[in-house]
């Protein structure tokens, strides 16, 4: 059964074994990030990497204890899906794809359960929940909180697993998109949203409505980059000259959610797919939200922490640098400014963060999950799609490995174009694309046989668009170059006319007769 809140989540991790309480004083600044990057890179005795979540229930200067890891191994990553494979998950995904329309009465009859589970998908709002024990509109602080300074040249303290709310100003759909936040004083913190990213859609959609109605403020160097940041790259000209509207966005923050509605957060989505929704489809059963008091928006009721408030959209501030999921600092840029009018919390809150750097650490096998849940997703674009492979330290956006069945010349370059346009893949640097019978998962196989296929000249595709704003290389901030490799085999009617070798691989006969040796053999020789 689903986990209703943070609490049920950490209670079965500890059932579990999967979370250690540390009950010695630890310091949110640094302290608590070391200790968490050694957790997440120990190995346990069957070699898996990750070690247990961490409960950090003295935190300096704070009487709020710390969650962290929550989803740093395969395993909780399983039991926060609760599927005993994440590629149930995928599984389930497809089973709701491969509806075909019912022919007559009994294939509706059919249809019912599948109907009935669809229905516990969708969000309900309650009248009120946990999350309303404390409700606080004057005495806020956000310095209250035990929020980590997690690497020593980042700019200050950082939320950094938030889920942040946002409304569609034209649609009135919601958004929940995960996007970090700078702690700058007790009542306002940097609104990361990068530009691809909803949240940053919301904002614009704003400011052009705003821009419509009313008068601009004055030409200043942030507003005239507001423009440049959030305005131009969407093609119109919809703001008036050297300034931004006045006006006000309104934006929720839920702290310390029930693991689907965490993990929704961080997954690539499309747009119009609101994540309440997704996690309602991964928990079977509905998330249930209550209305914000000071803002237009709904929140999970059993949230820990609640964070309602608003940002000016006429206003920016340098946020960063942040030690970022890449092993590198992302450099310091200009965003959006959250002001909190409102906290709500329970009574005794947990305050759940994660930290990121060096892979691997938790978000890797975030990342792992959604590579197993969306290459059903992908295939529906892309059919020829055997496998993927976003090996760790790629981290997501640099390097994808694909294996594909091919049928035509020039598919390999096909589907790296599909990629490239599909959804945050368009962010990817770099994707092999292999032929079936590689095993994309086995790194070792892969630089075999992409090294030994390809002729780089010929078989290197460059292209030029949008870059991860992490990005440090690229020629500008969120544009440059991707490159995509085509180690399939070629093929005649791709102008290869030389003969192709076969892999080498043993005839079945004398592998039987081997292996009929082998276990005296091995043992003479001393080896498994
Ligand atoms: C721990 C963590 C921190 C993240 N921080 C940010 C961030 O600061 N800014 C951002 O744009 N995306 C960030 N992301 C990625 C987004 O959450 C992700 O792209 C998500 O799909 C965005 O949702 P949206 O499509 O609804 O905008 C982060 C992801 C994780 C796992
Ligand atoms: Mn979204």
């Known amino acids: 059964m689903a986990y209703n809140d943070l609490r049920e989540w950490i209670a079965g991790l500890e059932h579990a074994g999967e979370l250690k309480r540390i009950k010695t004083e630890v310091d949110p600044i640094l302290e608590i990030a070391e200790i968490t990057d050694r957790v997440s890179k120990s190995r346990d005795k069957n070699g898996n990497t990750g070690g247990p979540a961490l409960l950090f229930e003295n935190p300096k200067g704070a009487d709020i ?55 516990k998908f969708f969000p309900k709002t309650v009248s009120t929940g946990p999350c309303k024990e404390n409700i606080h509109k004057d005495r806020v602080s956000l310095n209250q909180l035990p929020v980590l300074k997690c690497w020593p040249q980042d700019a200050g303290r950082f939320i950094t697993l938030p889920c942040v709310i946002t409304r569609d100003p034209k649609t009135g759909k919601r958004n929940v998109g995960m996007y970090r936040m700078q702690v700058f004083d007790e009542r306002t913190a940097g609104m990361h949203w990068q530009r691809q990213k909803v949240g940053a859609e919301h904002y614009r959609e704003m400011l052009r409505a705003a821009a ?44 310390g959610t029930d693991p689907t509605i965490t993990f929704s957060a961080i997954v690539p989505a499309p747009p119009d797919v609101e994540e309440y929704l997704i996690a309602g489809f991964l928990r079977q059963k509905p998330v249930e939200l209550v209305k914000c008091e000071t803002v237009d928006l709904e929140v999970p ?29 992302s ?12 906290a709500t919390y329970r009574n005794n809150p947990i305050y759940a963060t994660t930290i990121v750097g060096k892979p691997p650490q938790e978000d890797a096998h975030m990342g792992k999950a959604v590579e197993r849940i969306f290459l059903p997703l992908m295939k529906l674009t892309i059919p020829e799609l055997a496998d993927i492979n976003l090996p760790v330290e790629g981290i997501f956006h640099n390097l994808m490995i694909v294996s594909i069945r091919k049928s035509y010349p020039g598919q390999a370059r096909k589907v790296m174009n599909a990629i490239w346009s599909l959804g945050q893949a368009m ?52 544009y440059g170059s991707k490159m995509g490799v085509d180690a399939t085999r070629k093929w005649s009617s791709e102008g290869f006319t030389r003969p ?26 001393g080896i498994e």
């Open 212 to 255: 419509r109605a009313g008068t601009p403020v004055p030409p200043s160097a942030s507003a005239s980059l507001a423009v440049d940041m959030m305005a131009r790259s969407s093609g119109g000209s919809v703001l008036p000259e050297g300034g931004l509207p006045k006006g006000k966005m309104e934006v929720a923050v839920a702290l």
């Open 65 to 119: 204890p710390v969650l962290i890891n929550q989803f740093g191994s395969e395993r909780r990553m399983r039991m926060a899906l609760e599927v005993d494979a994440l590629d149930q998950v995928a599984d389930r995904i497809r089973q709701f794809m491969d509806v075909k329309s019912p022919q007559g009465f009994l294939d509706k009859v059919k249809m019912l359960p599948m109907l009935a589970e669809m229905g």
């Open 500 to 525: 192709w070798p076969d892999e080498i691989l043993m005839d079945a006969s004398t592998k039987a007769l081997v292996d009929s040796k082998w276990k005296a053999l091995a043992k003479e020789l």
């Open 427 to 478: 962010f990817t640097k770099c994707i092999i694309v292999v032929d079936e019978d590689v095993n994309v998962q086995d790194i070792r196989e892969v630089t075999l046989k992409v090294l030994n296929h390809i002729d780089p000249e010929r078989d290197i595709q460059f292209t030029l668009g949008p870059m991860d704003s992490l990005d440090h290389a690229s020629r500008l901030p969120n």
């Open 301 to 329: 009721a059993s949230s820990e922490i609640v964070l309602e408030g608003y940002v000016n959209l006429d206003e920016l501030r340098t946020e960063g640098p942040f030690g970022d999921h890449t092993g590198f600092y």
């Open 331 to 342: 450099l310091a840029d200009l965003y959006p400014v959250f002001h909190v009018t409102c």
